[in-house]
């Protein structure tokens, strides 16, 4: 059974840079897509963006210059980083698997303020 | 302003048959697979429907989907109380800078 579990800071400061990780277990990060979403409280999800298990990358257009996404397959893990945070990056942060979009995390709460 | 349309509630009692609608354009359901989530509150989504009328193992064939065009719809028959939900729709989109992943807004369908 496939299971991902996400790490991280649950508190980030006002421009600084939001850093999250997400082990993955049950199951190699040599295939399939490995993605990052987003849901703010109380509000709808948003795919933040996606690694290719060859390491090509897509970006949601309205975070692309903020986000990187990589991945260690040595690790079994794969990485988000979101710079200068605002209060507008509160949210529970989830990683997730695959072209279907079929295995989640259980999600973690990052609250950005000072 | 989601990308894929939904509405934003839905109702039924039990035993009753709901739709959801969700639609899209040419760039995404109308060129590649739907999924759908379904989310309990307090819970990470989990997969109900994937390619457009595919069930995972576990999810009851209460549960069915389909497509036409650039529209999707999930139904549910036999409607239960626990299926009181925030139910989400997606998709990829193939966009100028590569694939990404579109989602509607969410319906929360409650169960009367």
């Known amino acids: 059974q496939v299971q991902l579990q996400e790490s991280g800071p649950g508190l980030v400061k006002p421009s600084e840079t939001l850093s999250l990780t997400c082990t993955v277990s049950?199951?190699?990060?040599?295939?399939?897509?490995w993605i990052w979403i987003r849901q703010p409280p109380g509000k709808g999800l948003e795919w933040i963006g996606s690694?290719?298990?060859?390491?090509?990358?897509n970006y949601n257009p309205s975070l692309e210059n903020r986000v990187t996404i990589s991945l260690d397959t040595s690790k079994n893990q794969f990485s988000l980083k979101l710079s200068s945070v605002t209060a507008a990056d509160t949210a529970v942060y989830y990683c997730?698997?695959?072209?279907?979009?079929?295995?989640w995390g259980q999600g973690t709460l990052v609250t950005v303020s000072s | 302003q989601s990308v894929l349309t939904q509405p934003p509630s839905a109702s039924g009692t039990p035993g009753q048959r709901v739709t959801i609608s969700c639609s899209g354009s040419?760039?995404?359901?109308?060129?590649?697979?739907v999924n759908w989530y379904q989310q309990l509150p307090g819970t990470a989504p989990k997969l109900l429907i994937y390619?457009?009328?595919q069930r995972p193992s576990g999810v009851p064939d209460r549960f069915s989907g389909s497509k036409s065009g650039t529209s999707a719809s999930l139904a549910i028959s036999g409607l239960q109380s626990e299926d009181e939900a925030d139910y989400y729709c997606?998709?990829?989109?193939?966009?100028?800078?590569?694939?990404?992943?579109?989602f509607g807004g969410g319906t929360k369908l409650t169960v009367l």
């Open positions: 997730a698997r695959g072209y279907s979009i079929d295995y």
């Open positions: 049950g199951g190699s990060t040599s295939s399939y897509y």
């Open positions: 690694i290719y298990y060859s390491g090509r990358t």
């Open positions: 040419s760039s995404n359901i109308g060129s590649n697979p």
């Open positions: 390619s457009i009328d």
């Open positions: 997606a998709a990829w989109d193939d966009s100028l800078n590569g694939r990404n992943v579109v």
